[in-house]
């Protein structure tokens, strides 16, 4: 597979010079700087793809080209917005770029209650507490059903069993402090979302009254019409996608959890069986971020990589663990739910070009105090991504070795 690494632009603190000591072949990047919903002209993409190829780089993918609020709830000018969309994937592909990740998640691109949460050996990963969440939810957010939507929460079988998350809710109000709901609103809307999303930025000043009007664009939006509205969306530019050779891939709902009231459609092996037979072209395809499905109790994420590598035009690879109780955190690449070894086997043997990159990774060695993104450190993706140059580097080897004999 093609070694990528997600790069937030010139005003990323790890350069284009460290990245090529380490390995990366390409880049994974967009445009931060152009307001969302505005068109990615030729120049601007030319500009960041020249600098890139300066320092011997390729940009591989572009992670993402957004798809506004208004294209997911089906607002009144959605078709303006594709019309848009479709002009930035003819320049896009224009300059060569023909790889697009995106995502169909309502309001919230990704969400992680503790983005330092301390491991035994000194080092931290991201952590997702549903009752911080819920929390947030109820008391911070005071979203209207919240908490009755929490008082019908189920887990997946198997984990949370007997978890009373009102009750532990209603515990974490008795001892919850100014300091730790600032925390939680600057993890969940601000730290995570500023730096990827577009519709949150680092210094908004009232980020939940912000957060309230979004979520009331989805009243009355269900799965089923979030999904009709993906359809509408992916048939609209797939003409555009065929006429330049564009690979759209889609990124799963992180967490793959229904959250804030909201409809999530990219969780499960059906909703991706779903929407890859909903527009069945191979320019239709997937974002295979093994870190989101892992978290989701009930993804077998090899027999989802087996079954969706065909369809899979970029690798995210990372690994969840899920506690007993329900909570997860991002596990070393070597270890929790994801199996990234075996997923290394399957799509390396599906195409040994497709991209991978190593999504998020260990915040370790002084990475905290250097100002890098939220699950985007240096020197924890660095491990991991050397992690998996050897898996792959074992996998090249193991193609040249004789095979053994049938018997003795
Ligand atoms: C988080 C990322 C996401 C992802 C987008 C793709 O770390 O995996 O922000 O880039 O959802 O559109």
Redesign the pocket.
């Known amino acids: 597979m093609e070694k990528t690494w997600r790069w937030f632009g010139k005003k990323d603190k790890i350069t284009l010079a460290m990245l090529r000591q380490i390995g990366v072949e390409g880049i994974v990047t967009a445009l931060h700087d152009v307001p969302l919903g505005e068109i990615w002209t030729r120049e601007a993409i030319r500009d960041l793809r020249e600098l890139i190829e300066s320092y011997g780089l390729r940009w591989s993918v572009v ?2 080209l ?1 798809v506004t609020e208004t294209i997911k709830y089906g607002g009144p000018d959605r078709d303006e917005q594709i019309e848009i969309y479709k002009q930035s994937l003819r320049n896009l592909s224009a300059e060569g770029i023909h790889t697009v ?3 169909f ?1 309502p309001v919230l ?2 969400a992680r209650t503790d983005l330092l949460h301390p491991n035994a050996d000194g080092s931290s990963n991201l952590y997702f507490s549903y009752s911080e969440f819920a929390f947030f939810d109820i008391h911070i957010l005071k979203r209207k059903g919240a908490r009755e939507d929490w008082a019908a929460f189920t887990f997946p079988e198997g984990v949370g069993e007997g978890r009373d998350i009102l009750a532990e809710v209603d515990a974490l109000a008795k001892e919850m402090t100014p300091e730790r709901e600032h925390e939680l609103v600057e993890n969940i809307v601000i730290k995570t979302q500023g730096f ?2 577009g519709n949150f930025r680092e210094d908004d000043e009232a980020p939940l009254e912000k957060f309230r009007q979004f979520l009331d664009l989805y009243a009355g939006i269900d799965k089923a019409q979030l999904q009709a509205n993906l359809k509408y969306f992916l048939e609209a530019i797939m003409p555009v996608c065929e006429e330049c050779g564009m690979k759209m891939c889609v ?1 799963p709902d ?1 967490p793959p959890i229904p959250i804030l009231g909201l409809p999530r459609i990219v969780r499960t092996a059906e909703d991706i069986r779903w929407f890859l037979n909903a527009v069945p072209n191979v320019h239709n395809g997937l ?1 295979f ?1 093994a870190g ?1 499905l892992s978290a989701g109790a009930y993804n077998d994420v090899v027999a989802m990589a087996r079954e969706f590598a065909p369809r899979t035009h970029f690798v ?1 690879l990372r690994s969840c663990h899920i506690f007993p109780n329900g909570d997860f955190t991002e596990a070393s690449h070597l270890g929790g739910r994801a199996d990234l070894i075996e997923l290394c086997r399957i799509f390396e043997m599906e195409s040994p070009s497709l991209p991978f990159r190593v ?2 990774g260990r915040t370790m060695l002084g990475d905290e105090s250097r100002g890098y993104n939220a ?2 450190s240096f020197l924890g993706r660095m491990f991991a991504m050397a992690q998996m140059q050897g898996v792959l580097a074992t996998l090249e080897h193991e193609k040249t070795l004789a095979p053994l004999p049938l018997e003795g």
Request: charged content about 20%.
């Open positions: 992670e993402s957004p990740c995106y995502n998640m691109d990704w990827v999303s990124h992180d974002t971020c989101s995210h999504d998020h699950g985007y």
